[in-house]
């Protein structure tokens, strides 16, 4: 069984370097590039702040440009794009974690058929009336080292498992403020903004 064993630890480390790096990719400052883009819708620029989450990784800009693109819309369909945005992400967020869960639910019972294996392999020596030590401690080693090599293996996947469940609910969390944020300034704040050159002046009568 120990190369049943090997073959989830190698699978689930690939899995984990995987979603480490793309969920650190995915992460940025909420706040600060919300802020950054305020800045930019003050001056009237939507065009950039479009580009600015075009060239900004993470499902946070994905958001973010869902709401810009409907800037000029009812809040009721910049919600729903938002919204829409939003539940296309998840997914990929999510991607591969239960494969991590499984990895940490499957090591225990391959390892329990490891060890009812080794005992059979001892029982199995006493049957045949020649139960000898070498043959005994062959029986016990492999069920020992297979209940051993299981727990080694599920302990860190269950502990990346719920590492990166708490990365997902954090980059989901800054998504939803973002989303909201962005939303409340399109719908409040930026809709009142002067245009680009400022109030017209009345023409002084002569």
Same mark, same amino acid.
């Given at each position: 069984?120990?190369?049943?064993?090997?073959v989830?630890g190698?699978?689930?480390?690939v899995?984990?370097?995987?979603?480490v790096?793309?969920?650190?990719?995915?992460?940025?400052?909420a706040?600060?590039?919300?802020?950054g883009?305020?800045?930019?819708?003050a001056?009237?620029?939507?065009?950039?702040?479009?580009?600015?989450?075009?060239?900004?990784p993470?499902?946070?800009?994905?958001?973010?440009k869902?709401?810009?693109?409907h800037?000029h819309?009812?809040?009721?369909?910049?919600?729903? +794009?938002?919204?829409?945005a939003?539940?296309v992400?998840?997914? &990929?967020?999510?991607?591969? @974690?239960?494969s991590i *869960?499984?990895? /940490?639910?499957?090591?225990?019972?391959?390892?329990?058929l490891?060890?009812?294996?080794?005992?059979?392999v001892?029982?199995?020596?006493?049957?045949?009336?020649y139960?000898?030590?070498s043959?005994? +401690?062959?029986?016990?080693?492999?069920?020992?080292?297979?209940? &051993?090599?299981?727990?080694? @293996?599920?302990?860190? *996947?269950?502990? /990346?498992?719920h590492?990166?469940?708490?990365?997902?609910?954090?980059?989901?969390?800054?998504?939803?403020?973002?989303g909201?944020?962005?939303?409340?300034?399109?719908?409040?704040?930026?809709?009142?903004?002067?245009?680009?050159?400022?109030?017209?002046?009345?023409? &002084?009568?002569?």
């Amino acid at each position: 069984m120990m190369w049943v064993l090997f073959v989830l630890g190698v699978t689930g480390s690939v899995l984990f370097a995987e979603r480490v790096l793309y969920l650190h990719r995915g992460q940025i400052r909420a706040k600060a590039f919300v802020d950054g883009i305020k800045n930019i819708l003050a001056k009237r620029r939507i065009v950039e702040a479009l580009t600015v989450c075009e060239e900004t990784p993470g499902p946070v800009a994905v958001v973010v440009k869902a709401a810009l693109l409907h800037a000029h819309d009812d809040a009721e369909t910049m919600r729903f +794009a938002v919204q829409e945005a939003a539940v296309v992400e998840l997914p &990929a967020l999510e991607r591969r @974690l239960g494969s991590i *869960a499984a990895i /940490a639910q499957i090591a225990p019972l391959v390892g329990l058929l490891g060890t009812i294996l080794g005992m059979i392999v001892t029982f199995g020596a006493f049957e045949r009336d020649y139960a000898t030590a070498s043959g005994l +401690a062959k029986g016990m080693w492999q069920a020992l080292i297979s209940t &051993a090599g299981s727990l080694m @293996l599920a302990i860190p *996947a269950y502990l /990346a498992h719920h590492f990166l469940s708490g990365r997902v609910r954090a980059v989901v969390r800054d998504m939803e403020w973002a989303g909201n944020e962005i939303m409340r300034y399109l719908t409040i704040e930026y809709a009142k903004l002067p245009p680009v050159g400022g109030p017209e002046k009345p023409v &002084a009568k002569p």
